[in-house]
């Protein structure tokens, strides 16, 4: 099938679905201006020291790394970022009834800046938009300690317990969250189809949702604008821009 084609079947598939589970990578907010990781353009293909920066145990046991970080933080592409049309296109499928959740490996919060209900977000790598203590398991808005950091406190610590901060998303060598996975897997069980959007697929176990849903019985659609280890699954792929692509099959 060319691409017009198979827009056509994706957008009857839709039409006719009734609890769509939706998967989100970097790739949907890369047209917001937030760059992904594995991508061509990634962050980690360009800087590999980078991912080894943000492993959790250097985090922890580095000062330099810790200062580092925040310095990142207070730069990082997100804060002035909007939603972008892929990411409309989901709340319009949310404003149609068909949406049943929204899991996310982004940690930018732009589905819910867009409009999506929070309550249909499943945030398996957390949001970059809070900190959390790793001493006590206090949390907080992240802007509040990025201020902290703009007036001089080069790796602020939690003001009730003086332990480390950072940002409550997952790092290299964290635990994922077991209630939030399992949330993830449950949803993705009782869909009856699956989006895959701009996602590598290459992060277990979040990953997985693909098969569970398929063998649960769901169509499984895959659109990113490269190949994925998860395509010989799909009953549909589209290549192309995900903020053109988006809009076509999830309007009303
Ligand atoms: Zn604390």
Redesign the pocket.
């Known amino acids: 099938m060319d691409l017009p084609d198979t827009v056509s079947t994706v957008r009857r598939w839709i039409d006719a679905a009734e609890r769509i589970v939706v998967l989100t990578g970097a790739g949907i907010s890369t047209d917001s201006g937030i760059p992904d990781f594995r991508g061509p353009q990634g962050v980690w293909t360009r800087n590999p020291a980078a991912e080894k920066q943000s492993t959790l145990q250097n985090y922890l046991a580095d000062p330099e790394v810790r200062k580092a970080a925040w310095r990142a933080r207070l730069e990082h592409s997100a804060w002035s970022a909007q939603p972008n049309r892929g990411h409309h296109a989901l709340v319009a499928l949310e404003r149609r009834a068909k949406l049943h959740a929204l899991i996310t490996q982004n940690i930018d919060e732009l589905h819910r800046i867009a409009g999506n209900s929070p309550g249909r977000i499943v945030e398996v790598h957390g949001t970059m938009r809070r900190v959390m ?1 790793w ?4 949390r907080a808005p992240m802007q509040a300690a990025l201020d902290r950091v703009r007036a001089g406190e080069a790796d602020p610590a ?1 003001r ?4 480390i901060l950072k940002s409550d998303t997952i790092s290299f060598g964290q635990a994922l969250v077991p209630e939030v996975i399992a949330r993830a897997m449950q949803v993705a069980q009782e869909a009856d189809l699956l989006l895959a959007i701009g996602s590598t697929l290459q992060v277990y176990p979040v990953a997985g949702v693909v098969p569970i849903a398929k063998e649960n019985g769901a169509k499984v659609i895959i659109i990113n604008n490269q190949p994925t280890p998860m395509d010989e699954l799909a009953d549909a792929l589209l290549r192309g821009p995900i903020g053109e692509l988006l809009p076509q099959i999830c309007a009303g």
């Open positions: 203590c001493g006590c398991g206090a939690c009730t317990c003086g332990g």
